[in-house]
């Protein structure tokens, strides 16, 4: 069953210390990886797992619509990543695409070219470790091309509620997602962020170049950033 909660209730952000608005990204980096690591492993899997029922019950009811209302479809594809560090694992969602034949895509780091590349993937077993130690699709799989209906998952250390978003610094996904602003303002093309509830803080410092994701995927439930609307499995 999925519950439309009001978002003044349980969705909570983990605040800061007072003068957040001064807080630089990079103090922020630093206070976010620390929140995330403070996380023991068990708990980290247990929350994401928990993260991944929601993503599903959010999907079945429709909460991830594309294209115009009433007609909005969900999501023919996802783009997924490998979580790596202590980062939120949506892996769950991926294995229930596979399960239902829904294409999933991952993303390919050219370090060099300062790039990355989304391709086809079938399984996990398909990943091998790229660049950061970050499991990859394989060189030669298929180059995947990101099309409207796809829900992209985008990984980050810090997210607002108004979808601004915090990652590495390496910029790999505002260049990814850069040729695609129209679509993704369009709703078309879907971006959803897995995180820890701790990890959502009251303002991520942004930059024009900075791409908003529509939705932040919690274990304590999926926020809908552009209505506010909270969505729960139970
Ligand atoms: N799971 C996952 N996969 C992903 C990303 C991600 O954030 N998470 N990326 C999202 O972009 C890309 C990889 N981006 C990365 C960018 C920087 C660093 C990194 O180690 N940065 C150094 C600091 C570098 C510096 O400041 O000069 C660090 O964090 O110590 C790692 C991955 C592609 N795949
Ligand atoms: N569309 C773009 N075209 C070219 N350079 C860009 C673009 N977007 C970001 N960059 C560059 O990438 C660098 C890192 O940007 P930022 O700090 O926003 O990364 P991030 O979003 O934290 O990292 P990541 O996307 O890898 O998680 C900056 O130097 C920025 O100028």
New binding site residues.
């Given amino acids: 069953m999925l519950q439309y909660v009001e978002r003044t209730g349980r969705l909570s952000s983990s605040g800061g210390p007072r003068g957040m608005s001064t807080e630089s990204?990079r103090e922020l980096r630093e206070r976010m990886t620390a929140a995330r690591d403070a996380i023991p492993p068990k708990e980290r899997a247990a929350r994401s797992e928990r993260l991944a029922r929601h993503a599903i019950a959010a999907w079945e009811a429709g909460a991830f619509a594309w294209g115009a209302p009433p007609d909005g479809e969900r999501p023919r594809r996802l783009a997924w990543y490998a979580a790596f560090r202590s980062e939120a694992d949506a892996a769950g969602l991926a294995r229930w695409c596979w399960a239902r034949g829904i294409p999933v895509a991952a993303p390919r780091v050219d370090a060099a070219a300062k790039a990355m590349t989304l391709h086809d993937v079938a399984g996990e077993q398909e990943l091998m470790p790229g660049t950061y130690g970050i499991l990859e699709p394989a060189p030669h799989a298929p180059l995947a091309a990101l099309t409207p209906g796809t829900l992209t998952l985008v990984?980050?250390l810090a997210f607002d509620a108004r979808g601004g978003?915090?990652?590495?610094?390496?910029?790999?996904?505002?260049?990814l997602l850069?040729p695609h602003r129209a679509a993704i303002d369009a709703g078309a093309i879907l971006l959803a962020a897995p995180a820890f509830a701790a990890q959502i803080v009251d303002v991520v410092p942004t930059?024009p170049?900075?791409v908003r994701v529509r939705f932040l995927l919690t274990e304590e439930g999926i926020i809908d950033c552009k209505t506010g609307g909270a969505y729960q499995w139970s």
């Fill in positions: 990204k990984p980050g978003r915090l990652g590495y610094g390496g910029g790999y996904y505002d260049r850069a930059e170049h900075d």
